[in-house]
């Protein structure tokens, strides 16, 4: 059996060394690859005099600017209208809501004194609302949307509690004859 085996492997090497040499020598391969049988006998180079680079119509070609009108290609829509020479101002064509500050806080007592408690050094203010007299302590609300932050000696620093806002009441002087 081994001889056997042995023909048909001396077989199969005998048809690849075939095949290989068919392919090198049966075809026409090396004219076909070469570089020099690919050149045309009809190619002529062309006659340049002064085979060097022109700066100066670089230059010139550089200066130039496209006039055209800037359209982009790659979009389909029509190009829009050049801009006419009387452009309102930006701010005047806005259309939308426009913001309003909200309006300063306005306490409706006035302040006519203020009083320090001595054991703790808290001050209390004094806020007359028409004919009546609020004490207000320091943090403490009043009128049902105001905080009294701070007392100093002209003025107090009043929060609106919805809004968080910051108002000063200023210290207001009796008239001289009730003092």
Same mark, same amino acid.
């Given at each position: 059996m081994s001889n056997r085996r042995g023909i048909f492997v001396l077989g199969g090497l005998l048809v690849v060394l075939g095949a290989i040499l068919y392919y090198y020598f049966g075809?026409? /391969? !090396? %004219?076909?690859? *070469?570089? %020099?049988?690919?050149?045309?006998? *009809?190619? /002529?180079?062309?006659? !340049?005099?002064?085979?060097? #680079?022109?700066?100066? #119509? #670089? %230059?010139?070609l550089q200066k130039l600017e496209y006039t055209g009108s800037h359209r982009n290609i790659f979009v389909a829509e029509p190009p829009s209208p050049p801009p006419s020479a009387h452009v309102e101002p930006a701010a005047a064509r806005f259309v939308g809501p426009v913001f309003q500050p909200p309006p300063p806080v306005q306490v409706p007592g006035e302040l006519f004194g203020y009083a320090s408690e001595t054991h703790t050094g808290r001050r209390v203010a004094f806020f007359a609302e028409g004919d009546d007299v609020l004490l207000v302590a320091e943090g403490a609300t009043f009128l049902g949307r105001f905080r009294l932050i701070h007392v100093t000696d002209n003025s107090a620093d009043v929060q609106e509690i919805s809004s968080g806002r910051h108002a000063t009441v200023p210290m207001v002087q009796p008239p001289p004859g009730q003092e």
């Open positions: 075809r026409n /391969h !090396v %004219a076909a690859t *070469s570089p %020099a049988a690919a050149v045309s006998s *009809s190619f /002529h180079p062309l006659d !340049v005099q002064e085979p060097q #680079l022109r700066i100066d #119509l #670089l %230059a010139k």
